[in-house]
């Protein structure tokens, strides 16, 4: 798809809470299979931003469109990812997923998402028996179970150690392709962002500040290509 045939469009978006401006004239396009990773100070309006396309918020001025529709409610083609798990800790893994509906097909779905992100063997176990790093998992999987287009991530990885948020990584890149979602991620990590995305919006002051659309092309693997990138995004945000 390209960019004037957008899968997300923000034309001139504005959010204010009372007399506080969170964000200022954000225009962009998102196309559809882009993986934007978004980054800037706390309290910028990142969280802000995703909520607005997500269809939980709505702009003071502006728009956002997706396909040329107006969001205007909850976005029910996207999901989001918190940095807390949000798992009820009365269901079990499996129940997470399916959220009372026991039909065959949800369970077998269930099932799948659940060998996608290695879980199989803890799906009767309760969210209380899991790591960090396998909540976060179960977190993954159920977004992943109403076949969003988007995948909204809210620092999904912050409370992972090194270990555990790069096999996270990995295994989001893996989903992102198989299924050809569109991704975006908010992250304090630059070298994440540059890891991961292809796109990176840096927000600064409420105002889109630097977008860089072009398809990023250095290795992935090479983590002295990955950090020189890092540094230009970090020298971005506090410039
Ligand atoms: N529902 C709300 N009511 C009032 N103010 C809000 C609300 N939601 C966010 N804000 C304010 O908007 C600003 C931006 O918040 P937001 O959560 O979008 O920032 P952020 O970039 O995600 O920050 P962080 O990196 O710390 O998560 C903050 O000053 C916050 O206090
Ligand atoms: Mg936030």
Known sequence: MTQNNPLLRLEHVSKEYGNQTVLNDVSTTIASGDFVAMVGMSGGGKSTLLRLIAGLESPTNGQVSQQDRIITELNTDSRTMFQDDRLLPWMTVRDNLTFGNHTPQSIEHANDLLARVDLSSFAESYPTDLSGGQKQRVALARALMSHPK???LDEPLGALDAFTRRKMQDLILDIWRQEHLTVILVTHDVTE???????VFVIKNHRLAWQEHNALNYPRNNSQAVA?????????VIA
């Open 150 to 152: 988007l995948l909204l």
């Open 228 to 236: 020189a990138v890092a540094d230009d995004i970090l020298s971005q």
């Open 193 to 199: 962002a540059a890891r991961m995305a292809n796109k």
